[in-house]
């Protein structure tokens, strides 16, 4: 796709539901990020994906957080039994290559998907 | 420690004036690269301009040009003849690559107001 696209944008859930966020990346990008922000705050880096490879999970805050990216192309992260302090904008990034640190490598966010738990 | 630090409180500029936004950096890699970011009351996230450690010359994409220091570890960002769209919130951003792993870290952000 022409940028990156993350689906619902916003989202209101009760506390105790699983939340499923998705992420499509630009189109050919091997590389997929996931952040979480909050409010005023800076990106939180939660997890990184090269192709189909989760190559770093440490920013996931607990185990009710995972995220797959199964074909290398969409990612979904999950949430299971949501809390109220889950709630923040979740932002997916890609980006062309994953490891070249010339000019043009730019990482793309997407819109991001907003989160109340309530 | 952190490895971005933006600790200007919010700025303010008289437009057509030029500004300068603070960033200190801390890696031990010698390969990094260095990125601003622009997100406007919409929440956007915009991509502004990039640095790579080994890029010679400071990076410049219109308006915006960064002052890269490497020595002292700064990258500051430069914004000339402010406009009222430039209101926004600024971040920092440094990615380092090891291996496979490709870790982009952001600072807390500064928040910009131009005055007309």
């Known amino acids: 796709g022409a940028g990156v696209s993350q689906s619902p944008r916003y989202k209101v859930t009760k506390r105790g539901q699983d939340v499923a966020l998705r992420c499509d990346p630009i189109?050919?990008?091997?590389?997929l990020y996931w952040y979480r922000q909050a409010l005023g705050q800076g990106p939180e880096f939660l997890t990184y994906f090269n192709y189909e490879a989760q190559q770093d999970k440490s920013g996931l805050p607990n185990d009710r957080f995972s995220a797959e990216r199964p074909e290398g192309s969409i990612s979904t992260l999950t949430i299971q039994r949501t809390e109220q302090r889950d709630s923040a904008m979740y932002r997916c990034a890609s980006s062309s290559r994953p490891t070249v640190l010339t000019g043009g490598n730019t990482i793309y966010f997407g819109e991001g998907s907003w989160l109340t738990v309530v | 420690a952190q490895k971005i630090t933006q600790t200007q409180p919010g700025m303010f500029v008289q437009e057509k004036e030029a500004v300068t936004l603070d960033c200190t950096y801390d890696t031990s890699d010698q390969s990094y690269g260095l990125f601003w970011y622009k997100q406007p009351s919409s929440g956007e996230m915009i991509f502004l301009i990039y640095?790579?450690?080994?890029?010679?010359q400071n990076a410049t994409e219109g308006r915006y040009s960064l002052n890269f220091q490497k020595a002292r570890k700064s990258a500051n960002l430069v914004i000339s003849a402010s406009q009222l769209g430039d209101s926004a919130m600024y971040f920092c951003a440094m990615r380092e690559v090891t291996g496979a792993n490709s870790k982009l870290t952001f600072g807390k952000g500064i928040t910009l107001s131009v005055r007309p």
């Open positions: 189109s050919g990008h091997v590389s």
């Open positions: 640095q790579g450690s080994y890029d010679e």
